[in-house]
């Protein structure tokens, strides 16, 4: 599932293509909302929530959008084929660009006023203007025998942190993926290297936390299991945390990260 730096630079190019332009053309291509028509209406902005997208659109509408696993918004000079089958959820385009909505995971159109209904329960935004690592800090706190490595996938915790950035930030850190939240000596350290590791990244594609960009070389332990950590040689482990069917993929080097 993309991260959130990856849906802060989708929010960057929806914002390039659509703001401030009129829409001439309109299609949700969801059950829900497939009478909605908003030709002729400005788009005002787009911007980011978490892993979530929101495009304001004039006349107090918002379109609320979730990329999930598999979603993506392209970009492209309007009037371009879109891609066949029911692929395409939405489509929102002007005189000069489009932006297709593919394999959305979700679409909503609702009023500007009510979009704590769809982000409202989330967390302080790691790249968003109300990051506040304190409120994190006591939203992880509130169930203090969760495991870190749960705690931090949990959006009403803060938002925007998947399982890339879970485990190069553990792994930063030090922490074991299975210590209990109240065990975590340094939350507010935790926290704060997970906002700085996004927001390095949140201009240019690619996750990189080493610090060295070359393929092969961009992380610590994520993508590396069963080779060598970098710093102590340890194999790096892989497994998954979670309850189904919320399980998702963790690697941790047992060297540098002791249970």
């Known amino acids: 599932m993309p991260e959130g730096d990856a849906v802060y630079r989708t929010a960057a190019r929806l914002r390039g293509a659509l703001d401030g332009q009129v829409l001439t053309r309109s299609e949700f291509r969801v059950p829900r909302h497939a009478t909605a028509d908003l030709t002729g209406r400005t788009v005002l902005e787009t911007v980011s929530r978490g892993k979530h997208l929101l495009t304001r659109v004039e006349g107090g509408l918002t379109v609320h959008t979730h990329l999930r696993m598999d979603g993506s918004w392209q970009v492209a ?40 209904k769809v ?12 990051w506040d690592p304190a409120e994190a800090v006591r939203r992880l706190s509130r169930d203090p025998d969760t495991t870190i490595g749960e705690a931090l996938l949990d959006q009403r915790n803060l938002a925007g942190i998947g399982t890339i950035y879970r485990a190069e930030t553990l792994f930063l850190r030090g922490v074991w993926p299975w210590r209990r939240v109240g065990d975590v000596g340094d939350l507010e350290g935790l926290v704060t290297l ?66």
Do not use: F, K
């Open 119 to 130: 982000v409202g329960h989330l967390g302080p935004d790691l790249l968003g203007d109300d």
């Open 194 to 259: 997970a906002q700085r590791l996004l927001a390095a990244n949140r201009h240019h594609a690619g996750t990189v936390t080493t610090g060295d960009r070359r393929p092969a070389h961009q992380t610590w332990v994520y993508g590396r299991a069963g080779r060598p950590c970098r710093r102590c040689g340890t194999r790096i482990s892989r497994g998954e945390m979670g309850t189904g069917p919320q399980e998702r993929l963790i690697m941790w080097c047992g060297g540098c990260q002791p249970g």
């Open 77 to 116: 000079p309007a009037g371009r084929s879109v891609p066949g089958g029911d692929r395409v959820r939405l489509i929102l385009a002007n005189r000069q660009w489009q932006a297709v909505g593919v394999r959305l995971g979700m679409v909503d159109l609702l009023r500007t006023a009510d979009e704590g």
